[in-house]
């Protein structure tokens, strides 16, 4: 079973920043994609970055320009530089990988961020 370990959420102001990285417990070539999703309360979860093993990167327009996903294939890491932080970016964060071995999509425990305007 992959384990996925997130760290680095916490609380910062609007227009602040804030580095979340989740570490796998294999080879990121295990994988086929890569990505942070939230999850503010009573709302879906949502994608917020995705990058595959090609380095093929997707954001959604809420966050375009001001967020970067990034992949350390060393460390098995992969990070997401927040930064302009909104209190609308409020959520809890969950690193998602997807492999080609069942069950396929694994998911990291969640961080949660703040943003206080």
């Known amino acids: 079973q992959v384990q996925l370990v997130e760290s680095g959420g916490g609380s910062v102001q609007a227009g602040g920043s804030l580095t979340l990285s989740c570490t796998a417990s294999?080879?990121?070539?295990?994988?086929?994609?890569m990505g942070w999703y939230r999850q503010a309360p009573g709302q879906q979860r949502e994608l917020v970055a995705s990058?595959?093993?090609?380095?093929?990167?997707n954001y959604p327009d809420s966050v375009k320009g001001r967020f970067t996903i990034s992949r350390d294939n060393a460390k098995n890491t992969v990070s997401l530089q927040m930064n302009s932080l909104k209190p609308e970016d409020t959520a809890v964060y969950y690193c998602?990988?997807?492999?080609?071995?069942?069950?396929?999509?694994?998911w990291g425990q969640g961080t949660q961020v703040t943003v206080s305007s």
């Open positions: 998602n990988v997807v492999g080609s071995v069942f069950p396929y999509i694994h």
């Open positions: 294999e080879t990121l070539n295990s994988f086929n994609l």
């Open positions: 990058i595959t093993t090609s380095g093929r990167i």
